[in-house]
């Protein structure tokens, strides 16, 4: 079993960055698919970014795209979403999660085995 220990969260202002990391520990990740999610306040959680295990193949939601960078370090056993030009609506609970398959449902929290215990971003404008 794997388990996720996400970190690098906190408070940053709008325009500003931040790396966030998700420590995988039990198992070596290299052959799970890992990404992403993300909770804002009173909302329901949503998909932010993917990678397959090999880091061929990522995936980002519309509302991310050009601004975040998913990326793992298998040697590390390390996920990390590097976060640029930040927005105040990007406030949320960020969670790391991963599956042994990179599902077509991808995009649905559902199609995801695992999660860490999440790490707050707060954006301030």
């Known amino acids: 079993q794997v388990q996720l220990v996400e970190s690098g969260g906190g408070l940053v202002q709008a325009g500003g960055s931040l790396r966030l990391s998700c420590a995988a520990s039990g198992r070596p990740f290299s052959r799970y698919a890992m990404g992403w999610f993300r909770q804002p306040p009173g909302k329901e959680r949503e998909f932010v970014a993917a990678i397959n295990w090999s880091g061929g193949k990522t995936r980002y939601a519309d509302s991310v795209q050009g601004r975040f960078t998913i990326s793992t370090d298998n040697k590390r056993n390390t996920l990390y979403l590097e976060m640029n030009n930040l927005k105040v609506e990007d406030t949320a609970v960020y969670f790391c999660?991963?599956?042994?398959?990179?599902?077509?449902?991808?995009?649905?929290?559902?199609?995801?085995?695992?999660w860490g215990q999440g790490t707050q971003v707060t954006v301030s404008s």
């Open positions: 999660t991963a599956d042994r398959f990179f599902s077509d449902y991808y995009m649905n929290h559902n199609a995801w085995d695992l």
